[in-house]
């Protein structure tokens, strides 16, 4: 046995002990797994919730799976509570697959996980993922979703594929970072041709671009009602200060709730509460009591 693959093994060894319910990105980022993620191969593989992924070295998400087996538990909780045997649900910005998987171990060969994202280099991972994990009920599309079908640009940050925006200004902010044209088509007619109907939960990490997704599936949303959706949102408007994707939200119906940051236990809390909150949770009104309760929504 190799001091590399001892080193590696006790770090991830203790990387799992991790407690908290925020935060794992940073520490399985930190200069310490850094070093470590260098001393292996080019690819690895993270034993996560749902099976094992293929996760490229290097990489921000990758490194969080690699070593501590999540990113942001939080966001994990809700999906535990969401979710059950037979469900149907969608993870729009699947990166290298963390969420999908874990949605796959909830809804079980009876159910169904949707997983869109536009990037080549990410769905050839999820690809080499699903191989190694047979059976798994995790469908890939290898599009973007947005208000229209396009062609876009997508920007790609070194080291952190998990940042990938189709927002333009991303650019700017991460001078060094790829691009790639890629394929964007509305929700409301993708689905509907793809035969995706019934669906419970919808997951959404799109860096920006939550607003252009939800233009273009307003009609899916109407008429599946997702009883719950889970997503990050970073954009404010200049002027109102407001954020029109949970505008959105809200003019269909949904309750939004905010999913601060937490220690050892999570649980939501209002908007108004949670300027600084950039996790946030839409509830359906048909949202059942139980459902409510587990979520800890008074």
């Not at 947005?146 to 700017?172: E, F, K, M, R, W």
């Not at 007619?189 to 860096?207: C, F, H, L, P, Q």
């Not at 108004?272 to 950039?278: E, F, L, M, T």
Request: with cysteine.
């Amino acid at each position: 046995m190799g001091s590399d693959f001892l080193l590696n093994y006790l770090a991830t060894a203790f990387g799992r002990l991790y407690p908290l319910k925020s935060g794992c990105g940073p520490v399985a980022n930190s200069a310490l797994f850094r070093w470590l993620d260098q001393t292996g191969g080019p690819d690895g593989v993270a034993r996560v919730v749902g099976g094992r992924a293929v996760v490229p070295a290097g990489d921000y998400v990758g490194r969080a799976m690699r070593f501590v087996g999540d990113l942001d538990p939080k966001v994990s909780w809700v999906v535990d509570q969401v979710l059950r045997p037979g469900d149907t649900a969608l993870d729009i910005g699947s990166n290298l697959g963390l969420v999908s998987l874990r949605m796959a171990a909830r809804v079980g060969p009876t159910g169904a996980v949707h997983a869109f994202d536009p990037q080549p280099r990410m769905q050839a991972y999820l690809r080499k993922t699903m191989d190694l994990n047979p059976n798994l009920p995790i469908t890939l599309h290898p599009i973007g979703l947005g208000p229209s079908s396009d062609t876009l640009q997508l920007t790609i940050p070194a080291h952190n594929a998990g940042a990938a925006s189709l927002v333009a200004s991303v650019g700017t902010t991460h001078p060094s970072a790829q691009t790639v044209d890629v394929s964007v088509e509305p929700l409301d007619s993708y689905a509907k041709a793809a035969g995706i109907t019934n669906v419970r939960m919808i997951k959404m990490d799109v860096e920006g671009f939550e607003a252009q997704v939800l233009k273009g599936a307003s009609a899916f949303l109407e008429e599946n009602k997702p009883v719950v959706i889970l997503l990050e949102d970073n954009a404010r408007d200049a002027a109102s200060g407001q954020s029109q994707a949970l505008k959105i939200l809200q003019e269909l119906g949904y309750a939004i709730y905010t999913l601060p940051r937490a220690l050892f236990s999570v649980r939501l809390g209002k908007v108004s509460d949670g300027d600084a909150a950039h996790d946030f949770v839409a509830v359906s009104p048909q949202a059942p009591t139980q459902l409510r309760r587990k979520l800890r929504i008074s």
